[in-house]
């Protein structure tokens, strides 16, 4: 019996050397974020279980002075947001801070405050966070575009600029206490 743990043990050593080497080779970091010094980044976050739990107006306010008040706290720049029904998209550009601490701060009052608002315990979120580096101007406009029209795509509006939990909704009526226009900010990528 001792043997065959001592196997296990073995062989699943060998699968987790043969995933952190595959995962190094496509220029992921392995259990952990790839953290660059400027970047910006394509941030979502998802709901415990996809549950519609941010649905109602109030909540998605609450998300919103959540973002505020972390933007007071810590220095970063959001370029780019969305709140949908179970998920949170963000394009955000650390500037001092870490991307995980933003990100900690923010998934974690609006935890708290939400399960105080509704009167819930428990998760709100189905995990930390995902993240990706956005290292090509292709790719940002791809990014910036997909979260934009989020809203269009799940059928909610016909344009971005009329869902008032939009990056674009604030930008087209000159509401820049959250967002950063994209253009008044220089890119390391062009």
Not at 74 to 80: H, P
Not at 136 to 163: L, M, R, T
Request: hydrophobic fraction near 35%; aromatic fraction near 12%; charge should be positive.
């Amino acid at each position: 019996m001792r043997k065959k743990i001592k196997k296990n043990n073995k062989s699943r050593q060998r699968n987790q050397r043969k995933t952190n080497r595959k995962s190094k080779q496509r220029g992921q970091k392995f259990r952990g974020r790839i953290l660059k010094d400027g970047a910006d980044y394509h941030v979502i976050s998802i709901i415990n279980n996809k549950e519609p739990l941010l649905s109602e107006p109030i909540i998605k306010n609450l998300y919103q002075e959540v973002l505020s008040e972390c933007l007071k706290k810590y220095s970063f720049l959001i370029i780019q947001f969305i709140i949908m029904d179970n998920h949170i998209h963000l394009i955000i550009r650390p500037l001092k801070e870490s991307l995980s601490k933003i990100m900690q701060w923010i998934n974690s009052v609006f935890a708290m405050r939400f399960n105080k608002l509704t009167g819930r315990c428990g998760h709100v979120w189905k995990c930390r966070f995902w993240s990706s580096i956005i290292e090509k101007i292709e790719q940002f406009k791809k990014v910036y575009h997909y979260i934009s029209y989020n809203s269009v795509k799940a059928g909610i509006v016909s344009s971005p600029e009329d869902y008032p939990y939009c990056g674009e909704y604030h930008i087209s009526r000159g509401i820049l206490g959250i967002i950063t226009p994209y253009w008044t900010i220089s890119y390391p990528y062009l």
